[in-house]
T-cell receptor, first 111, second 115 residues
C-alpha cells in the first residue's frame, strides 16, 4: 500500500489561500490521489481526486507533482467552515472504495 | 447529509465479546467499504463488498467479517473483541459500474469502546 505523510497541523486566516501538502512516497503509477476532510463527529467528506494532471472543482484545486510523489490541496479562499482535518490518500486504479489514508492535517482558520 | 446511515451511534462492549455494526447505503449504490479509525488517526480500510461478495480486504484478521444484503445494506461483525478494537467504524457507499467505481460517501460512523 502507498505510504502517505502529512503535516500534523496548519493555520490560515479567513479569505486567504491555503496550501495543504501531502507526500506519497510509495505511490504507484495507477494509484489515484484522493483528498477528504472530516469535521468533528462526522464521517469524511470527499473533496477532490486526480491521477496525473491538476484538477479543479467547486471546493478546491489539486496540484499533483510531475513525479506524483507529492500533491497539494489548494483552498483558494479559506472560510471558517473549512476548518477540519484534511486527509490525503490513494487508491489503486478506479477502486476508489479501497483508500489508504494519511494521518491527516488539522486545519485551523482564524477570523 | 450523505444518505449513508449507521447504527448504533455508540456502543460499549467488553473484551472477548462479539459486536455487529450496521450500515445503510445511499440509494443506487451497490458497493460498501468499511474503515476503522482510531483516535487521532486516518481511517484504515477493512474490506469492501460488491454485490454481496467480499471484494478486497485490508490488513485485518479474520475475526473481522462482513455481509452485504440484496438491498446493498451491510454489516460488520467483530468477534473476540480486543481493547485495540476501540475506534470509530465508518462505512462508505459508492456505485460501481463498468467504467469503474464512483466517489464514495461516508456515514457518520459507530463509536465502539471495548473495556
Amino acid at each position: 500500500d502507498a505510504k502517505t505523510t502529512q503535516p500534523n497541523s496548519m493555520e490560515s486566516n479567513e479569505e486567504e489561500p491555503v496550501h495543504l501538502p501531502c507526500n506519497h512516497s510509495t505511490i504507484s503509477g495507477t494509484d489515484y490521489i484522493h483528498w477528504y476532510r472530516q469535521l468533528p463527529s462526522q464521517g469524511p467528506e470527499y473533496v477532490i481526486h486526480g491521477l496525473t494532471s491538476n484538477v479543479n472543482n467547486r471546493m478546491a484545486s489539486l496540484a499533483i507533482a510531475e513525479d506524483r510523489k507529492s500533491s497539494t490541496l489548494i483552498l483558494h479562499r479559506a472560510t471558517l467552515r473549512d476548518a477540519a482535518v484534511y486527509y490525503c490518500g490513494s487508491a489503486r486504479g478506479t477502486s476508489y472504495g479501497k483508500l489508504t489514508f494519511g494521518q491527516g492535517t488539522i486545519l485551523t482558520v482564524h477570523p | 447529509e450523505t444518505g449513508v446511515t449507521q447504527s448504533p451511534t455508540h456502543l460499549i462492549k467488553t473484551r472477548g465479546q462479539q459486536v455487529t455494526l450496521r450500515c445503510s447505503s445511499q440509494s443506487g449504490h451497490n458497493t460498501v467499504s468499511w474503515y476503522q479509525q482510531a483516535l487521532g488517526q486516518g481511517p484504515q480500510f477493512i474490506f469492501q463488498y460488491y454485490r454481496e461478495e467480499e471484494n478486497g480486504r485490508g490488513n485485518f484478521p479474520p475475526r473481522f467479517s462482513g455481509l452485504q444484503f440484496p438491498n446493498y445494506s451491510s454489516e460488520l461483525n467483530v468477534n473476540a473483541l480486543e481493547l485495540d478494537d476501540s475506534a470509530l467504524y465508518l462505512c462508505a457507499s459508492s456505485r460501481r459500474t463498468s467504467g469503474g467505481q464512483e466517489t464514495q460517501y461516508f456515514g457518520p460512523g459507530t463509536r465502539l469502546l471495548v473495556l
